[in-house]
C-alpha cells in the first residue's frame, strides 16, 4: 500500500522555468492539500481540494495553480519559478473533510530554484 | 499572526527520561489537535491526537494534554527512546475548515543514549 506518492522527490530549476508537482493516492481519500515547508518553519498550505473538481486557495497560494486530475492526483504546478519558491513540498490526504482525522502526507519533493 | 506556536525549536533528552514538547494556539474555533513526528527526507506521519471534548489522550509511551482554558497542548514522552529524534509538529484544525490543518513551526527532540 503506498499511500500518497509524490514525484519527482528531488528538482532544480532556474528561474522562470515552469514545472508540475504529481502527487497520488491510493487510499480513495475524497480531499487532497500541497504545503510547503521552508527551513526552520511549519507546513504552509498552498492549495487544497475538499473533493475531486473543486479547489480552493490556502494561506500562500500566490505564483501557484492546481488540479484536481481525478480522486487519486492533485497537482501543483510553478508557471515562472522564482527562487523565493524553493522548498519542500508535501502533498497530504484525508478521507473527507471532517476535522477530526489526521493527514497522511508523501515524502516530498525538495525543489530548488537558482 | 501565527495561530499555532511551538515556542522551542529543539529539546535535548537524556533515553528513559521524560520528553515534553510544549504547544500553544490562539484561534478557539480550533478543536482537533494533532501531533505529527518527521524523520529528515520523510514526510510527516500522524502520532497521536486529541479532540477539544477531552483532556488526555494516552497511546503507549505518547500521551496528549490539552488545557482549553489555557490554548495549550502539550506531548509527553516517557520513557523517550533513540528513534524518537525527530522534529514534532502540532497541528490544529476545526470542523468548519475543509479538514485544512494549521502547523507550528516544529521541535526537534534529541534523545542521547
Known amino acids: 500500500n503506498a499511500g500518497v506518492t509524490q514525484t519527482p522527490k528531488f528538482q532544480v530549476l532556474k528561474t522562470g522555468q515552469s514545472m508540475t508537482l504529481q502527487c497520488a493516492q491510493d487510499m480513495n481519500h475524497n480531499s487532497m492539500y500541497w504545503y510547503r515547508q521552508d527551513p526552520g518553519m511549519g507546513l504552509r498550505l498552498i492549495y487544497y481540494?475538499?473533493?475531486?473538481?473543486?479547489?480552493d486557495k490556502g494561506e500562500v497560494p500566490n505564483g501557484y495553480n492546481v488540479s484536481r486530475l481525478n480522486k487519486r492526483e492533485f497537482s501543483l504546478r510553478l508557471e515562472s519559478a522564482a527562487p523565493s519558491q524553493t522548498s519542500v513540498y508535501f502533498c497530504?490526504?484525508?478521507?473527507?473533510?471532517?476535522?477530526?482525522?489526521?493527514?497522511?502526507f508523501g515524502d516530498g519533493t525538495r525543489l530548488s530554484i537558482l | 499572526d501565527q495561530q499555532v506556536k511551538q515556542n522551542s525549536p529543539s529539546l535535548s533528552v537524556q533515553e528513559g527520561r521524560i520528553s515534553i514538547l510544549n504547544c500553544d494556539y490562539t484561534n478557539s474555533m480550533f478543536d482537533y489537535f494533532l501531533w505529527y513526528k518527521k524523520y529528515p527526507a520523510e514526510g510527516p506521519t500522524f502520532l497521536i491526537s486529541?479532540?477539544?471534548?477531552?483532556d488526555k489522550n494516552e497511546d503507549g509511551r505518547f500521551t496528549v494534554f490539552l488545557n482549553k482554558s489555557a490554548k495549550h497542548l502539550s506531548l509527553h514522552i516517557v520513557p523517550s527512546q533513540p528513534g524518537d529524534s525527530a522534529v514534532y509538529f502540532c497541528a490544529a484544525s476545526s470542523n468548519t475548515n475543509a479538514g485544512k490543518s494549521t502547523f507550528g513551526d516544529g521541535t526537534t527532540l534529541t534523545v542521547k543514549p
Open positions: 497530504a490526504s484525508i478521507t473527507g473533510t471532517g476535522s477530526a482525522q489526521p493527514q497522511h
Open positions: 486529541i479532540s477539544s471534548i477531552k
Open positions: 481540494s475538499a473533493s475531486e473538481g473543486t479547489t
